[in-house]
């Protein structure tokens, strides 16, 4: 299951920037995070093995083939714009957040095969997913985020 992950890892992102090429940043951020929630379920249900195997595909597709590609570079050049001479310390910031959080998921991740098994794997990422676009929705409906075109203060 691994090498297929991989594989679609390191199939998918051209073909799939190709197509999602002139998409809005925003829904297809919000569509890959539904996507990845949906094939992390399915991965947990796992009724059979190919079942799991179209979960972990799905998973694959929308994570790596859709949403790091997508938001990244989006997230990076708005980060850019917003934060003038300190947008390297920005940067380095925003790499580390990231970094951390990979770091912390492998954590919970473990947490959750030790304490529970590995099949609640698929269910744990999935609530994960779902919160952050719980997140995402909250935020967005209380115009607490930066508008873009405003630079930051200092």
């Keep these: 299951m691994v090498t297929v992950y991989s594989l679609v890892y390191a199939v998918s992102p051209p ?3 190709t197509m999602t090429g002139r998409a809005e940043r925003r829904r297809l951020l919000v ?3 539904l996507l990845f929630a949906a094939g992390n ?34 997230q990076q050049h708005r980060l850019i714009g917003l934060s003038g ?3 390297g310390i ?5 790499a580390s957040a990231i970094y951390l ?4 998921g492998a954590f ?26 719980a997140l995402f929705g909250l935020n967005r409906l209380s ?8 630079p930051a203060d200092g």
């Design 108 to 133: 919970l991740g473990g947490l959750v095969v030790k304490y529970g098994s590995a099949a609640m794997l698929g269910y744990f990422g999935g609530a994960w997913a779902l919160m952050a676009l």
């Design 143 to 150: 115009g607490a985020g930066v508008r873009s075109g405003q």
């Design 15 to 17: 073909v799939l920037m």
């Design 90 to 94: 920005v940067l380095s910031l925003n």
């Design 41 to 74: 379920v399915i991965y947990g249900i796992g009724l059979s093995y190919g079942v799991t195997l179209a979960g972990r595909i799905i998973a694959a597709v929308a994570l790596y083939g859709i949403g790091s590609y997508a938001f990244n570079p989006a």
């Design 31 to 33: 569509g890959s995070l």
């Design 101 to 104: 959080g990979s770091a912390g």
């Design 85 to 87: 001479p300190s947008a």
